[in-house]
T-cell receptor, first 112, second 110 residues
């Protein structure tokens, strides 16, 4: 069975902290994605990666960076967390061209 | 990138058929159309995918007209557990962004 795992379900951080959100997939997916989801705004793409060490900006990359040192792991980094980054963060992976996305269950991040 | 437009919300009663239409006027030749379902506090999950005409699986049907500028997800005989947000996503070449629209919130009542 396919699996995308996000390391934390809930996370509370303080303003200014550096935050790491981890995502691991066990499906040998080439493509991995980070989205954030806020009420009324749907899913917004932050960054994606189509290969190890490759990354591309999505619609809202400001304030975020990513790391993909190994194929199975795609990390989202908040360099200096701010309250407007309080959100649900969703990681997804997919294999070949046009294959469906598989999502993790999300990390609900609160920045105080 | 093909942008999608869906109704913000829909209401239905148990046992009815529900059809949710998605517009994607600038769909590219190689793009597939994929629908996802999302429950609160969970990630979206795949429902159905198609390229043209009609696709059916155990939970839904997907109708795509010849010009492929829209698609309709059909849920037969919905139940309360079908209350969720439904997203249509137009696929792209591997290595490019996948942009979701805002989705359709379906509310099913008894």
């Amino acid at each position: 069975d396919v699996k995308v795992t996000q390391s934390s379900r809930y996370l509370v951080k303080r303003t200014g902290e550096k935050v790491f959100l981890e995502c691991v997939q066990d499906m040998d997916h080439e493509n991995m994605f980070w989205y954030r989801q806020d009420p009324g705004l749907g899913l917004r793409l932050i960054y994606f990666s189509y290969d190890v060490k490759m990354k591309e900006k999505g619609d809202i990359p400001e304030g975020y960076s990513v790391s993909r040192e190994k194929k199975e792991r795609f990390s989202l980094i908040l360099e200096s967390a701010s309250t407007n980054q309080t959100s649900m963060y969703l990681c997804a992976g997919r294999g070949s061209y046009n294959s469906p996305l598989h999502f993790g269950n999300g990390t609900r991040l609160t920045v105080t | 990138l093909a942008k999608t437009t869906q109704p913000i919300s829909m209401d239905s009663y148990e046992g009815q058929e529900v059809n949710i239409t998605c517009s994607h006027n600038n769909i590219a030749t190689n793009d597939y159309i994929t629908w996802y379902q999302q429950f609160p506090s969970q990630g979206p999950r795949f429902i159905i995918q198609g390229y043209k005409t009609k696709v059916t699986n155990e939970v839904a049907s997907l109708f795509i007209p010849a010009d492929r500028k829209s698609s309709t997800l059909s849920l037969p005989r919905v139940s309360l557990s079908d209350t969720a947000v439904y997203y249509c996503l137009v696929g792209d070449q591997a290595g490019t962004a996948l942009i979701f629209g805002k989705g359709t919130t379906l509310s099913v009542s008894s």
